[in-house]
């Protein structure tokens, strides 16, 4: 701790280190409801995830080498792409970000205690697990989804595809979808409830206003997701006909929900990386985000706007004109807010005085990729153009640059950003650069390429090419840098690893950030302020007569709060101090949970549906006893 | 920014190859080298669509540029002291915002909107009910494609002959799943849904073979689901027309009769239909005329003697998942039914 707290001040730290205290050990992670626990085991499970989406990318890539490959199958290639697509959004990008980011670092940053829901955000992460692993068992089986990940029918109907394969795909993503959305409704009610005092929306960090904005949007758009899902496991297990055309069904009514989930839903995989752009760049331009009140306005806006252009990924449907071009305005109409936040960036390091550290050089090559998918995005919504790219490698250029280039390094930059904090220890600098440079390199050499591809006609989902169109020479290079990526990304991963066993100790405040997560211990305390911090500006870090006034309060033990779980609520709009709120103790209660759920699913996916019902008894039952130990002494 | 100088779509190359210089080393590559590029169109749609592709690389590329050089006075003024932690030259950032992030993006937008979306968009869109003098129906199996010229007589598999310098108005129509008709060479692609009759316009300049690729995820052998569109000359075309249209002719040599039998006696009848004979199965491609076709199995593999009785003795090795199953023939069969197969030109 930066500041020396007086013996006054410690014997209420010790109040609240004994009150806070959780189980040691397995049983401890097993029944934590601390969000920073949940965080860290939301990092590591979508960590492994994203390694095993790696090491899928990884084969594509190597059966693209060369035309005629033999590295897959093409029933193998079909899975393993499949499970590419849902790995990265399902079982990565969006529990790395909400989940890991969200959980460990949204209560910090509003000076709460937890999260407003501290069991439920514990069932979402076991939830989380469990719809991984359920979808895991499939590949492990070999009988993966292999209808691609956004599983048009009928070619995932059962009339073409009898096997389980699909079936995992509906179950699996229902059951993900439950996780999101309790996840969502948690950091909405957080966002809303438990602000510090002081913290009035207008000096909201505008990470929380990302994660505010996602959490609306995951609310709003999964349910299309599931109902799409159900639909389709009601075709396939019990004969309706819902996407049947020769029943009276409509295939379009799948691309359609599907969509209408699919748009928002790469704004919410790219949103939460705006959130950690902007935490980034103030930190390290020495300098308050330029137009922050047009930021956070363009930071809501997209994600609503995101739900009004979902058929331009159906251009080519053989949809009306009229109905295209109102889509491709609205497509086009979405890059205002975009910009607006790329310009607030750029401005934001151009008027300040940029110190370019790893996080830093992580959003820079953000800020390069962002561009690059941004434009290509722009000449998609030219509706001639897009008939004629779709479905080719140049859209998989465009999304791998927004995906991996624009929501992922942010992450990566993130990683670095709060490994001091969350660890108490510094990475190493100059390996952090070389990595930077590496996966910067590897990305741009990757996927750069796959635009002229596209328009040289080489189409998406080929488990092979034919050696006579000019495919060859870009794809081995492609592969090539794949593997230099993968490289630099196991960098991270090596500096990271090493320097939490080996790396220096970092202190509270390494990069004179701005938010309050800077001003507590490095790890955080499990109650993670000894008093609740005032709040006046949006930048809190730096009003240090503020953080002092903190410390003077602890000494008279002011806002400690130490009788048992307890956080202050707020009014929502101004942060007025409104109740204490007693926040339930750890739980066994929702790993039980999820396994019942798990249960459920289980038996839906093998099509017992009374079994499945039984296990809905369970979950009754153990609700019971998850209220009976919610009632505190 | 975005002139529309497409509405002479033959003279613009300059505009074309203006735009082109500015493009980083290898969209180079791009032009005239591969038969399914978009670059090396052959059609006044194809040719729109590529135009506007160049501008709009050129109009991405001052955006992309701007946004590095704002980037590089960041990084050279970083040194630059008395601004840590204020918010000096509030209003002349904020401008920036303003003019780089809504005041560009507006016009490039309405134009790029303009252009493509209300002009272009007509250019290439399917022609209106009976203004073309030629209908061409294509049908989408997995994984081939399967070609009926309007009357529904004349049959063919994954080539389509057209007129050149005709308008012919394709309606794409699928059996099973979903596929994607794409020559990019002459238009914008169109999906064959099931349940729905999607049309498109088709459109060649100048004769030649365009390839085409299905581009909608369709299964298995999504990969290998080619095709051809071939443009003739008008006479050319009306005598492949009439030669298509006629029954097969009946097999001369000996080995071609035994290979007439055991393709009417074994599996194949039951899936192919070859017109004049009891080969009467719809569930594959029409052979009645199959030797006169540059390719097999949806351009998969040439059509030679030799490839043919590869594919005929073993199928799932080419096209492994392919819906025509081992059947089982000896060497001796296969080169019976290739004899046969090889007289129907």
């Known amino acids: 701790m930066a500041t020396v707290i007086n013996p006054r001040g410690q014997q209420y730290v010790d109040l609240l280190d004994r009150v806070w205290g959780e189980r040691r050990g397995l049983v401890g992670w097993l029944t934590t409801t601390d969000h920073k626990r949940i965080g860290i085991m939301y990092f590591f499970t979508a960590l492994a995830f994203f390694g095993a989406g790696g090491v899928e990318a990884l084969l594509i890539r190597t059966q693209l080498f060369g035309p005629h490959g033999h590295v897959l199958s093409p029933a193998a290639y079909d899975q393993v792409f499949t499970m590419h697509g849902i790995t990265m959004i399902f079982l990565f990008v969006i529990p790395m970000t909400t989940g890991a980011f969200g959980n460990y670092l949204l209560p910090l940053m509003i000076g709460a205690r937890d999260m407003a829901f501290p069991r439920m955000n514990a069932l979402s992460y076991w939830i989380y697990l469990a719809s991984g692993i359920f979808i895991y068992i499939a590949l492990a089986q070999g009988h993966a989804p292999n209808a691609g990940w956004f599983d048009y029918v009928p070619l995932a109907s059962k009339t073409y595809n009898p096997s389980i394969n699909i079936d995992f795909y509906g179950w699996g993503l229902i059951f993900n979808g439950i996780s999101s959305t309790a996840a969502s409704i948690n950091f909405i009610v957080t966002i809303f409830k438990l602000r510090a005092p002081g913290m009035s929306l207008n000096r909201m960090p505008l990470f929380c206003y990302a994660f505010l904005a996602v959490s609306f949007a995951l609310l709003f758009a999964l349910p299309s997701l599931s109902v799409a899902c159900l639909f389709l496991e009601l075709d396939r297990q019990l004969g309706f006909h819902f996407y049947d055309a020769s029943h009276g069904g409509n295939p379009l009514l799948w691309q359609n929900l599907f969509w209408i989930f699919g748009h928002p839903e790469v704004y919410i995989i790219i949103l939460p990386a705006f959130g950690i752009a902007t935490s980034i760049i103030p930190a390290f331009s020495h300098r308050k985000m330029v137009f922050f009140p047009l930021v956070a306005l363009a930071e809501i806006l997209v994600a609503f706007l995101g739900f009004g252009v979902w058929v331009h990924h159906m251009f080519t449907v053989g949809y009306a004109t009229v109905t295209t071009i109102y889509f491709a305005a609205a497509s086009l109409i979405i890059v205002i807010p975009s910009a607006i936040q790329l310009f607030a960036w750029i401005t934001t390091i151009m008027t300040g005085t940029p110190q370019f550290k790893t996080p830093m050089l992580f959003i820079i090559g953000f800020i390069v990729f962002f561009i690059i998918g941004g434009l290509s995005g722009v000449t998609l919504a030219a509706i001639p153009f897009d008939q004629q790219v779709h479905d080719s490698y140049y859209v998989i250029a465009h999304f791998h640059f927004v995906i991996f280039g624009a929501a992922v390094f942010p992450i990566l930059g993130g990683m670095y950003f709060w490994f001091p904090k969350v660890t108490g220890k510094l990475y190493h600098e100059g390996v952090g650069k070389l990595s930077f440079w590496a996966t910067f390199v590897g990305t741009l050499v990757t996927f750069f390429p796959m635009h002229i591809l596209g328009l040289m006609g080489m189409v998406r989902r080929n488990y092979t090419y034919p050696p006579g169109l000019g495919f060859s020479t870009l794809n081995a290079l492609e592969t090539v840098a794949a593997y230099v990526l993968a490289a630099g990304l196991l960098m991270i991963v090596l500096n990271l690893a090493i320097s939490y066993f080996k790396g220096p100790a970092a202190g509270n405040d390494p990069f004179e950030g701005d938010t309050l997560e800077w001003s507590t211990g490095s790890p955080p305390p499990p109650y993670n302020y000894a008093v609740i911090p005032t709040v006046t500006s949006p930048y809190p870090m730096w009003d240090k007569q503020d953080r002092e006034l903190d410390n003077k309060r602890l000494e008279r033990g002011e806002g400690v709060l130490a009788l048992g779980h307890r956080t202050p609520g707020t009014t929502v709009q101004d942060a007025r101090l409104d109740e204490i709120l007693n926040m339930p103790p750890h739980s066994i209660w929702p790993p039980v949970t999820a396994l019942g759920l798990a249960g459920i699913f289980a038996m839906l996916l093998l099509g017992h549906l009374f079994i499945a019902a039984g296990f809905a008894a369970v979950i009754a039952l153990t609700l019971i006893g998850w209220h009976h130990h919610g009632v505190q002494p | ?345």
């Open chain 2, 1 to 345: 920014m975005v002139k529309p100088p497409l509405h002479r779509p033959r003279r613009s190359s300059k505009v074309r190859y203006g735009a082109a210089a500015i493009v980083v080393g290898g969209a180079l590559l791009l032009s005239g080298c591969s038969k399914q590029s978009i670059i090396s169109n052959a059609s006044p749609q194809a040719h729109g669509i590529t135009v506007l592709w160049w501008w709009m690389l050129g109009v991405a590329a001052l955006v992309f540029l701007g946004a590095v050089v704002l980037l590089v006075i960041g990084y050279v003024t970083r040194r630059r002291p008395g601004l840590p932690f204020l918010g000096q030259r509030e209003i002349a950032a904020q401008g920036l915002v303003l003019v780089f992030g809504i005041g560009i993006p507006l016009g490039v937008l309405v134009a790029l909107f303009g252009v493509s979306d209300i002009y272009l968009i007509r250019q290439t869109a399917a022609p209106a009910p009976r203004t073309t003098a030629l209908t061409i129906h294509v049908i989408g199996h997995q994984w081939w494609w399967e070609v009926r010229y309007d009357g529904g007589h004349p049959v063919t598999a994954n080539e389509i002959h057209i007129p050149v310098r005709t308008r012919v108005n394709l309606v794409a129509t699928t059996a099973d799943v979903i596929h994607s008709f794409w020559v990019p060479q002459l238009n914008r692609k169109i999906d064959m849904i099931p349940g729905q009759r999607n049309r498109i316009l088709l459109y060649a300049d100048r004769t030649g073979k365009y390839r085409g690729q299905c581009s909608q995820f369709c299964g298995l052998q999504h990969a290998n689901m080619g095709m051809f569109v071939i443009a003739q000359p008008q006479s050319a075309f009306r005598a492949w027309l009439a030669h298509t249209s006629r029954r097969s002719s009946s097999p001369t040599t000996p080995q071609a009769r035994a290979g007439k039998q055991l393709f009417l006696t074994s599996q194949c009848a039951s899936c192919h239909f070859i017109a004049g004979t009891p080969a009467q199965g719809t569930i594959g491609p029409d052979l009645t005329h199959v030797a006169s076709r540059s390719t097999l199995a949806a351009a998969t593999i040439p059509n030679t003697p030799r490839e043919l009785a590869d594919w005929i003795h073993n199928p799932q090795a080419i096209k492994p998942g392919v819906r025509m199953p081992d059947l089982g023939l000896s060497w001796r069969q296969v080169d019976r039914i290739v004899a046969y197969l090889e007289e129907l030109k």
